[in-house]
């Protein structure tokens, strides 16, 4: 038989025994009481002080207890289960991720190109739509830079680079507006495809959409209905990857549609220096 089986066996034989073992109080008492009676009849002649018989009847009493006690010890130390406790684990909340900070901040422009050609990495952009989307209504071509209180500029921003680009369109006005459409044609010269695009008025107050069409990327910005923009200067500007090289920005075109006062104005051109000033009627 193994040495683990005997132990267990031990160990069962001896749980039994405690749990029938039922000390005789009574009995033990009464040896007591029967050995202090003899010490007090008449006539009985000590053969030792009485100090010490009842330190001898304190002393068998006290042993017997000890006796109980510790044999209780070591039927309950035999019996314990020994099994290690299962290690505890505390439980770590995971660092969230943070969510991307949208801004109306113009986001920086990817790093100059490495010199093994690979475009580089694209810049976040402040608006979610970074892919096309359902197509929004074309607006019709406008030459005029200024109409009214309207006045716009179309020009590429100076960190554009050889695979990226940016277009920005600025927007002047001087009254209030309760609509506006701002549209954006980006020519396809070769590889040109959305990274993103931003606007430096409330996201929450624009719907964007991206497409392709007759040979243009097509960014058009939406005032939803109920709000409005205040007179300032504000800017749209679209972000694209494009073919390796100096891009020609002479095709791309964009158009601004506004209400102000209940009266629509028009304004629009391409990319080509305009002089600032804003108009009023």
Not at 79 to 93: E, I, L, N, R
Request: overall charge neutral; proline content about 9%.
């Amino acid at each position: 038989m193994r040495q683990q089986d005997v132990h267990q066996e031990l160990r069962a034989r001896l749980h039994e025994a405690a749990e029938a073992h039922q000390p005789d109080r009574a009995r033990i008492l009464a040896r007591v009481e029967r050995g202090m009676s003899e010490h007090g009849r008449t006539g009985h002649r000590a053969v030792r002080p009485p100090v010490w018989s009842w330190a001898r009847v304190v002393g068998a009493t006290a042993a017997v207890a000890g006796m109980l006690a510790v044999g209780g010890y070591a039927v309950a130390s035999a019996v314990k289960d020994d099994t290690p406790a299962p290690p505890q684990s505390v439980a770590v909340s995971p660092t969230p991720t943070p969510s991307p900070d949208a801004t109306s901040r113009a986001p920086l422009p990817p790093v100059d190109p490495t010199p093994s050609g690979a475009p580089p990495s694209r810049p976040p952009s402040a608006s979610p739509s970074g892919r096309p989307s359902a197509s929004a209504s074309a607006l019709p071509s406008a030459d005029a830079e200024s109409d009214g209180p309207l006045w716009s500029d179309g020009s590429v921003d100076p960190h554009s680079n050889d695979f990226w680009a940016q277009s920005d369109v600025t927007l002047k006005t001087t009254r209030e507006l309760t609509a506006l459409t701002v549209q954006l044609k980006v020519a396809q010269t070769g590889g040109v495809s959305s990274a993103g695009a931003w606007r430096s008025l409330p996201e929450q107050d624009f719907t964007l959409t991206v497409d392709e069409r007759g040979g243009f990327l097509v960014y058009t910005w939406v005032l939803k209905e109920g709000r409005t923009v205040p007179k300032g200067e504000w800017v749209f500007a679209g972000q694209y990857d494009h073919a390796r090289g100096g891009r020609d920005a002479k095709d791309d075109r964009y158009t601004i549609r506004g209400t102000a006062d209940g009266r629509q104005r028009t304004v629009g051109g391409g990319f080509a220096a305009h002089t600032d000033g804003a108009g009023d009627s």
